[in-house]
């Protein structure tokens, strides 16, 4: 491969990757460990409740902050100075060892930077799209799909080496993207399919299990239908605390909760098509029901609908 798309796939698999490894370092999904340094108690007797959390003590030390923002910000710092560190490293390494225009300065840094950069980009949006992939609702799609990532990480990951060892390759790289471009065929062809099901037999469910792939996003959790029950019960509770009020504002989040309660309080049928969500769907209720009453009670932008309002006081 040319330097260019050296350096390009480099940052493809490689940024993402650090991104990943941010995610970890900073503790972006922990939290609710056991800290024995800190206990609840009850107020008046003073007797053990139990130990708190991570979260628990930081937000103690820190009044008026937000554990959810501190982590986000522990995130974003942490993937931005990795990848720099990695986009440098790769400048470095094609300085080394690649053929880079001695005579053009402003090619030349495009090469060294630029390529891993759109590569990084690339990358991030390409794995972003993949995790669509749980959405099938056809085996034969998701099969093929899986296979197509497959030729293509080992097409990446072949030329690369191959380029290194200095041999040539036994194909364009190019064709590397008759697999990736496939992915998005079969992701088309996939929401197609199971967009006219949720026609036919729909009534509201798709409204319902987009809005429940929203909260498992906030919970950090998005795509685990294996414990749907769990992470709404531990959305509803974090959403009492406070912790999502920054993405409960959101306007359009407002309207699809608010039209979800008013399916239910006019008794409109809603028809789920994800198994796991149906099993979850007094949970799921329970969810909705909390954050939509917690965001017309504590923002002020958001009014509780008349009619909910009516039906509450039948």
């Not at 065929?185 to 809005?211: H, M, P, Q, R, Y």
């Not at 409960?248 to 699809?256: V, W």
Request: aromatic fraction near 14%; glycine fraction near 8%; proline fraction near 3%.
């Amino acid at each position: 491969m040319s330097t260019f798309w050296t350096l390009y796939w480099l940052g493809f698999i490689g940024i993402p990757l650090f991104v990943f490894i941010a995610s970890k370092i900073s503790g972006k999904d922990s939290g609710f460990q056991r800290d024995t340094s800190h206990i609840w108690v009850y107020q008046r007797s003073g007797a053990k409740v139990k130990d708190a959390t991570v979260r628990d003590v930081w937000e103690h030390n820190h009044p008026g902050e937000k554990w959810a923002q501190h982590q986000e910000n522990q995130f974003l710092g942490c993937s931005i100075f990795l990848s720099i560190g990695f986009v440098a490293f790769l400048a470095w390494l094609a300085a080394e060892i690649l053929f880079l225009p001695a005579d053009r300065t402003g090619l030349r840094l495009f090469w060294q930077i630029g390529a891993p950069i759109l590569g990084g980009l690339s990358g991030g949006a390409f794995y972003g799209i993949q995790t669509y992939i749980t959405k099938y609702k056809s085996g034969f799609l998701m099969v093929l799909h899986i296979l197509a990532l497959v030729v293509m990480f080992t097409g990446v990951v072949g030329g690369l080496v191959l380029t290194f060892l200095k041999m040539d390759l036994p194909l364009s790289h190019h064709w590397i993207w008759l697999p990736a471009g496939a992915t998005f065929l079969f992701l088309i062809l996939g929401s197609v399919t199971s967009g006219a099901k949720k026609k036919k037999a729909g009534k509201g469910g798709d409204k319902l299990e987009n809005w429940v792939y929203k909260v498992m996003e906030m919970a950090h959790h998005r795509w685990d239908l294996d414990n749907v029950k769990t992470i709404m019960a531990f959305a509803a509770y974090q959403v009492q605390k406070g912790e999502y009020d920054w993405e409960i504002r959101d306007q359009d989040f407002f309207k699809e909760t608010q039209t979800l309660m008013l399916d239910l309080v006019q008794g409109r049928p809603i028809s789920i098509q994800t198994d796991e969500i149906y099993r979850a769907r007094e949970e799921v209720i329970k969810a909705l029901q909390t954050f939509y009453f917690y965001s017309v009670d504590k923002i002020p932008q958001f009014q509780l609908h008349p009619r909910i309002k009516k039906a509450l006081k039948k």
